[in-house]
């Protein structure tokens, strides 16, 4: 039973479409991620939720669209793709906000866009 | 800027022997440092972490030291197993603040553990 699933796995797309990624966690947590995994393998967050409400956008195009429906989901809709959107997005959850306990951070498995 | 480097993209290690992963960091404010493995076609999952307070951090076969004068930590992991073969991230969190838990991530180290 995945903890944190995501889909689709896959996605190949072309420039200026709209394409979305879905989140989802049956951990309990309050406070869900996304994290961007560039061609440099750097994993970088994009937008934080806690509680269906957002409390980090690190400085990410206005394209992309973090929606919350619940605090388990948290959806990421991108607008217009372009090529530099290609990457692997990966979706993470921890307990909450406030906890810095070992490993709070889960991932799930992961997202491959490509833009074409 | 890259906050946390990961200099070392890929290491190879003999069964058995012990694997050693270095990571640095340039922020001062980072209080607490975390190990993630991963796997192809998954996602990271934490190994082991320690806070600024202390300097060793030991669980099974895995240990992450931290020398916070020189902004470096590192994994061991001995005696390193085929199974270990993997991709690891450092990453580095400052304290907590309204935004949550602010992971800042290496490129990571590619481990390869030979029969």
């Known amino acids: 039973d995945t903890a944190v699933s995501q889909t689709p796995k896959y996605l190949v797309t072309q420039m200026g479409n709209d394409k979305s990624i879905k989140c989802e966690q049956n951990?309990?947590?309050?406070?869900m991620y996304w994290y961007k995994q560039d061609s440099k393998k750097f994993l970088k967050i994009m937008f934080s939720?806690?509680?269906?409400?957002?409390?980090i956008n690190e400085t990410v195009p206005n394209r992309f669209s973090p929606k919350s429906p619940d605090k388990a989901h948290l959806n990421l809709h991108i607008n217009s793709l372009e090529l530099g959107d290609s990457a692997v997005y990966f979706c993470?959850?921890?307990?909450?906000?406030?906890?810095?306990?070992?490993?709070?951070?889960?991932f799930g498995e992961g997202s491959r866009l490509t833009v074409l | 800027d890259q906050q946390v480097k990961q200099n070392s993209p890929s290491l190879s290690v003999q069964e058995g022997r012990i694997s050693i992963l270095n990571c640095d960091y340039t922020?001062?404010?980072?209080?607490?440092f975390l190990w993630y493995k991963k796997y192809p076609a998954e996602g990271p999952t934490f190994l082991i972490s320690?806070?600024?307070?202390?300097d060793k951090n030991e669980d099974g076969r895995f240990t992450v030291f931290l020398n916070k004068s020189a902004k470096h930590l590192s994994l061991h992991i001995v005696p390193s197993q085929p199974g270990d073969s993997a991709v690891y991230f450092c990453?580095?969190?400052?304290?907590?603040?309204?935004?949550?838990?602010?992971?800042?991530f290496g490129g990571g180290t590619r481990l390869m553990v030979k029969p």
């Open positions: 993470a959850s921890s307990q909450d906000r406030w906890t810095k306990n070992t490993g709070e951070l889960f």
């Open positions: 951990l309990g947590h309050d406070t």
């Open positions: 939720y806690n509680n269906k409400e957002l409390i």
């Open positions: 922020n001062s404010m980072f209080d607490y």
């Open positions: 320690i806070s600024s307070i202390k």
């Open positions: 990453a580095a969190s400052p304290p907590l603040s309204n935004a949550g838990n602010m992971l800042t």
